[in-house]
């Protein structure tokens, strides 16, 4: 893809990785995600704003802009950590979708979107992108929400993190063409659903006349739109990483302690072959993962190929990660009581989340001209 | 273990004529539910491979299906059956095949008409797959048995009046052999039930905690020391009865797939189309198998085919509702309910297509999981060595925990 991309992680990422990680597991254990999810508040906002101290709400976010000043290919690595810990967090929503798209317009720190990111970045506020979550990157502009006289209405369903918004990133459709508003979430009727992914709330959005400030209109409110979903679909690949990795180590370790038939079940071949195969494909996610990532933050010309090559690969991966989890611990991986299925709804719903990976195969067609038969 | 009725076993046509003739005296509209079963039974159209006088006519079982259908043609199938998939997929043939005619007496028709509802008290903490390792403990005391111990998974026991329960009544022996199979009233004291959560959110199985649970011997089936091949015999049975059961084509999971595809077409690509028929394929060769084995069974017990037709009901029903989520993308996205309750049974065309995805997980755990069923084709059906075992002739109580 891009001139040598690198696939490695630097020793400032994996810094990052274990402060993340040990304020996770001080603060997110899995039996706390699980008493969360069925509460009023699924979201853990005061550990976002703990996060957000660490820098990880605006880690790409340029320092002048009040952000880390570091790039994409940190936020993938926290995007990997909070997959493995199922992460009731808004960090798809607010620090992926609304930011990349907000990041990808040009503006002055004391205009709206100035102050938009600044308060994004202390975690201070959140926000989202208002589209359908399962929107491929390519699939066109959205056209959910129209403009008349500059007032926004419409209804977009199955918003991530749209909950807990502050914030709505809107594009939205004119008779000028596309254009891109900020919106005070308190100018929206927010409904939440029932999610399949217990610990990614999802809600319905309508807009009735709102008010918003305008960002941008034209080919620049597109590709706003357009870099926002590239960036959420190599991130959230990240994030299917951290759940696959979850489910395979924590997989090997149960099999390794338990016995039927008087040995190890871990000792069984037939079960051996399918944690290395597993493995196997992990290793493969986490290249094109990597290499995705390292695709936007560069901003290369092939971002949009890597974020869907990573898409296409890595949603299949976690997927069967989680099932293999549920499977191989038994009875035990089919209860409530167990943390398996919290990663196997967020594996199949991260799966048709930005796009399926069907969807994500026929972009690819169209990039490296494969032609559909006639 | 089956009487001809005098003028001998009646044939196809011969069935159909029976069942026409019974609906006729017995109008199903104006009969109560449980008497026009009682009474179906008692005509010997309730399974008609098992004897006369014991709700059969001594039929192969092959007919069965024809009764069935024959029933259902006349507006007379019975309905609301889910909770008995244990009575009457399980502990019923193992009933038939191991229970002394009191038992069979006492047992089969309320089990039949749904009077009373059936759980299996088999899987402990320390014995899934590995069911010979179970330890709950039965001690004799005279005419009764006293059993203590844990066991889980147990799907229905907040409902049944009855549990076939497998114990361990000799410790000394290696574990295969010191076990027994009782009937246990799930009503006894010191039988204690407790909810447990599924994936799903709702909870259709149990943790059973048996404390000095008296048993009379007289609910023992089989011999003492018997279990396990008493055991194998229901779990033979619960194959078939998970995997086994006749359907249309399009009549699964596919079939609701394969509507959603007519209904929608916005949602179509080439690539899920392309899914979606590889699968449409090989549900419909699943389920030519079935058909194939309902043939092949004339009377008798069900073999270790009865696995190959669980495995690939457990497989794709696993790989249609994965799709059936990818096809609805956005409302894939969503489920129903996840608030903790106790369903009646799984009626998988009334809920959402996230419902679907999750409960089909337990398709390849419950009754064997597809492990073991693999493990059972390539030892019993194909004959290729067994793994060497390291607990086969070790006194269960010197077996590692
Ligand atoms: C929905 C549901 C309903 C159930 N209802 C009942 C019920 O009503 N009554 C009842 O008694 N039980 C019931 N069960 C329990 C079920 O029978 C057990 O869960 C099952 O036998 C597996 O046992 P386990 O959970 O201990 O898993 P384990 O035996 O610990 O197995 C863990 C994993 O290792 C694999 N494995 C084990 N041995 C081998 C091997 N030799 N080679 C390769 N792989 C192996 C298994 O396939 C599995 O994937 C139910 C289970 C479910 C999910």
Not at chain 1, 156 to 185: F, I, K, N, Q, R
Request: net charge negative; charged share 25%.
């Amino acid at each position: 893809m891009s001139n040598d991309p690198d696939l490695l992680y630097s020793d400032v990422e994996e810094e990052l990785r274990a402060s993340v990680r040990s304020l996770l597991a001080d603060r997110c254990g899995w039996d706390r995600v699980l008493a969360r999810v069925e509460s009023d508040e699924v979201t853990d906002l005061a550990l976002w704003r703990s996060l957000a101290d660490l820098g990880v709400a605006g880690l790409a976010i340029p320092e002048e802009a009040g952000g880390a000043g570091a790039t994409l290919r940190e936020s993938a690595v926290v995007a990997e950590e909070l997959g493995r810990a199922v992460a009731p967090l808004p960090f798809l929503g607010s620090a992926v979708l609304a930011t990349g798209t907000l990041l990808a317009l040009d503006g002055r720190a004391d205009s709206p979107l100035g102050e938009a990111l600044a308060s994004l970045a202390s975690g201070e506020r959140t926000a989202t992108l208002l589209i359908p979550l399962a929107t491929a990157p390519d699939a066109g502009f959205p056209e959910g929400v129209r403009v008349e006289e500059g007032r926004l209405s419409g209804r977009v369903g199955g918003v991530v993190d749209a909950s807990t918004a502050d914030l709505l990133v809107v594009p939205a459709a004119g008779s000028e063409g596309p254009a891109l508003y900020l919106v005070e979430a308190g100018e929206a009727t927010v409904t939440t659903v029932v999610s399949l992914d217990l610990t990614r709330p999802l809600a319905d959005v309508e807009l009735a006349g709102a008010s918003g400030r305008l960002l941008a209109t034209g080919e620049q409110a597109e590709s706003a739109v357009r870099r926002g979903l590239v960036t959420g679909a190599a991130l959230l690949a990240a994030e299917q990483l951290g759940c696959a990795e979850w489910a395979l180590s924590t997989t090997v370790e149960y099999l390794k302690t338990r016995h039927q038939f008087g040995r190890p079940l871990g000792s069984f071949q037939a079960l051996k072959h399918r944690l290395a195969d597993l493995w196997v494909s992990i290793s493969q996610a986490r290249a094109v993962v990597r290499n995705a990532a390292s695709a936007v933050a560069s901003d290369d010309p092939e971002a949009p190929l890597a974020a869907a090559l990573a898409q296409a690969f890595v949603s299949g991966v976690a997927v069967t990660a989680a099932e293999e989890a549920v499977q191989l611990h038994g009875g035990i991986g089919f209860t409530w009581e167990h943390p398996a299925h919290l990663y196997l709804k967020r594996a199949k719903s991260c799966s048709i989340a930005l796009g399926t990976a069907d969807r994500h195969r026929l972009t690819i067609a169209r990039l490296v001209d494969l032609p559909a038969a006639r | 273990m089956t009487t001809a009725p005098t003028g001998g076993v009646p044939d196809a046509a011969a069935l159909r004529a029976r069942v026409a003739d019974f609906v006729a005296a017995h109008d199903p509209a104006t009969t109560d539910p449980i008497e026009f079963l009682a009474a179906r039974f008692d005509a010997g159209l309730a399974w008609v491979h098992f004897p006369e006088g014991l709700g059969g006519l001594g039929a192969p079982r092959a007919l069965q299906a024809v009764v069935d259908e024959e029933f259902a043609r006349l507006g007379a199938a019975p309905s609301g059956r889910e909770a008995l998939v244990i009575g009457l997929g399980m502990a019923a043939p193992t009933i038939l095949a191991f229970g002394t005619p009191e038992q069979q007496e006492r047992f089969l028709k309320p089990l039949y008409t749904g009077e009373e509802i059936w759980c299996q008290l088999f899987s402990e903490p320390g014995a899934g797959s590995d069911l010979a390792a179970l330890g709950t403990r039965a001690v004799r005391d005279g005419d009764t048995w006293v059993v203590n111990g844990q066991k889980v998974w147990t799907s229905l026991a907040h409902r049944a009046r009855w549990a076939i329960l497998v114990t361990r009544t000799d410790p000394d022996v290696p574990k295969h052999r010191g076990m027994t199979y009782f009937v246990c009233d799930m009503t006894a004291p010191g039988v204690e039930v407790r909810p447990l959560r599924q994936i799903t959110g709702e909870a259709e199985f149990n943790e059973v905690y048996l404390t000095d649970v008296r048993i009379p011997d007289s609910h023992r089936l089989g011999e003492v020391g018997d279990g396990w091949r008493v055991a194998q015999t229901t779990l033979m049975n619960e194959r078939v009865s998970i995997g086994g059961g006749a359907e249309p084509r399009e009549g699964g999971l596919i079939g609701l797939v394969a509507g959603i595809w007519r209904d929608r077409p916005e949602l179509r690509t080439p690539g899920l189309h392309d899914a979606l028929l590889r699968l449409w394929v090989e549900a419909e060769a699943a389920r030519l198998t079935k058909e194939r084995l309902r043939q092949q069974l004339a009377v008798g017990q069900p073999g270790p085919e009865g696995s190959a037709a669980k495995l690939s009901f457990a497989r794709l029903n696993q790989e249609i509702s994965g799709l059936e989520l990818e096809l609805l993308g956005g409302e894939g996205l969503t489920y129903d309910d996840w608030t903790f309750r106790r369903p009646d049974g799984v009626d998988l065309a009334k809920r959402v297509p996230g419902f679907h995805y999750l409960r089909s997980k337990g398709n390849s755990i419950e009754g064997g999981t597809s492990e073991i069923l693999r493990n059972i084709i390539a030892e019993r059906v194909l004959g290729l060595p067994g793994e060497i075992r390291v607990d086969k002739d070790v006194a269960w109580k010197d077996l590692p925990k």
